[in-house]
């Protein structure tokens, strides 16, 4: 059975995805050394990936085909995805206006090392939570 990605961005549009334990990595490693980082910004994400990018990874830890869709916003589509059609929107336009864009200058510097969607995914799948909905998604 073929999986379906239901999003309201376009299969180029970039992600910035990241790990809530990375977060907790570079917030840790920061607060060790204070007077390094105070008052600096320190952008988190491993790497920006398009929804392309995101579903293939999704295929290949899942084995299973997952077809991207959109959404939308129509008369047919619940409360809840028009809301979240349109705060997508609106990122995807921030990103294209070059606002959305992570700096990981600061990130590296941190010298944390940041987990990827395929490593979370394959440890996620080995602990058994994933099973079969990867493919559902």
Known sequence: AQGIFKSAYGSQTKLALVDLW???????????????????EVDV???EVSVQE???VLELVS??????ED???????PDFRKRIAESQR?????????????????????GVKMR???DFLEEKKKEGVLGESIGAI
């Open 22 to 40: 990375d977060i907790g990595k570079v917030a840790a490693k920061v607060f060790e050394e204070p007077g390094k980082w105070n008052g600096q």
């Open 45 to 47: 994400a491993q790497k």
């Open 90 to 110: 609106w990122s995807k336009a921030l990103d294209e206006a070059g606002m959305g864009t992570p700096d990981l200058t600061s990130l590296r510097e941190t």
């Open 71 to 77: 959404f939308g916003t129509g008369e047919g589509a």
């Open 63 to 68: 084995g299973r085909a997952i077809k991207i």
């Open 54 to 56: 995101t579903v293939a």
């Open 116 to 118: 990827g969607l395929r």
